[in-house]
Nanobody, 114 residues
Framework: VQLQASGGGLVQTGGSLRLSCVASGKIFSINVMGWYRQAPGKQRELVAI???????TYGGSAKGRFTISRDGPKNEVLMEMNNLKPEDTGVYYC?????????WGQGTLVTVSS
């Protein structure tokens, strides 16, 4: 499974961004896709994930501001990020759970200026 992420960038506090991740390869058994974030000097943390059935789970900081969705035919997961804050700054990694194996994309940098 290969994951291609895009959509990061520089935005001011209160702004919005949309991240995209497209999966290719052996995608048939991908059960869950989503996003994790790693801020400078911190551990990678859950932002949002979505199952094949559309069930979503959000990390605490994303609730109410971020929305994750999945386009099955395109094997794509999208995340709309609104009301961005400086603490949202970090590298966002796309993740796919394929059977029992986790796959990671290359990461896309999101910088929120104050």
């Amino acid at each position: 499974v290969q994951l291609q992420a895009s959509g990061g960038g520089l935005v001011q506090t209160g702004g919005s961004l949309r991240l995209s991740c497209v999966a290719s390869g052996k995608i048939f058994s991908i059960n869950v896709m989503g996003w994790y974030r790693q801020a400078p000097g911190k551990q990678r943390e859950l932002v949002a994930i979505i199952t094949n059935g559309g069930k979503t789970t959000y990390g605490g900081s994303a609730k109410g501001r971020f929305t994750i969705s999945r386009d099955g035919p395109k094997n794509e997961v999208l995340m709309e990020m609104n009301n961005l804050k400086p603490e949202d700054t970090g590298v966002y990694y796309c993740n796919a759970l394929h059977a029992i194996t986790n796959y990671w994309g290359q990461g896309t940098l999101v910088t929120v200026s104050s």
